[in-house]
């Protein structure tokens, strides 16, 4: 069991910058890949970015590819989104999980309560 929580979202107008955390409970962190996803209201839950149990490989939706970027700290169990030149489009609730990259693409396995991310235009 991986337990998942979220923080460093809130409101920025656009063409700012914010930067999620996900802090995870055990210690299996480092045996999982990371995502995130993102849900806008009225709209279906969608993915962001995923990366590696080592942290050298990344994967990015199109809709953010240049402007977000994902790392990991496997010694403090910790992932982050680093959001720049945000868009109003971009507001959503964003969710942290664990889980594994397939030939299909990242599978979560684990969620966070996820965190609100507003950017006003």
């Known amino acids: 069991q991986v337990q998942l929580v979220e923080s460093g979202g809130g409101l920025v107008q656009a063409g700012g910058s914010l930067r999620l955390s996900c802090a995870a409970s055990?210690?299996?962190?480092?045996?999982?890949?990371m995502g995130w996803f993102r849900q806008a209201p009225g709209k279906e839950r969608e993915f962001v970015a995923s990366?590696?149990?080592?942290?050298?490989?990344?994967y990015y939706a199109d809709s953010v590819k240049g402007r977000f970027a994902c790392s990991r700290d496997n010694a403090k169990s910790t992932v982050f989104l680093q959001m720049n030149r945000l868009k109003p489009e971009d507001t959503a609730v964003y969710y942290c999980?664990?889980?594994?990259?397939?030939?299909?693409?990242?599978?979560?396995?684990?969620w966070g309560q996820g965190t609100q991310v507003t950017v006003s235009s």
């Open positions: 999980s664990a889980g594994d990259v397939t030939e299909l693409g990242f599978e979560p396995t684990y």
């Open positions: 055990g210690r299996t962190f480092s045996t999982y890949s």
């Open positions: 990366i590696s149990r080592s942290g050298i490989g990344t």
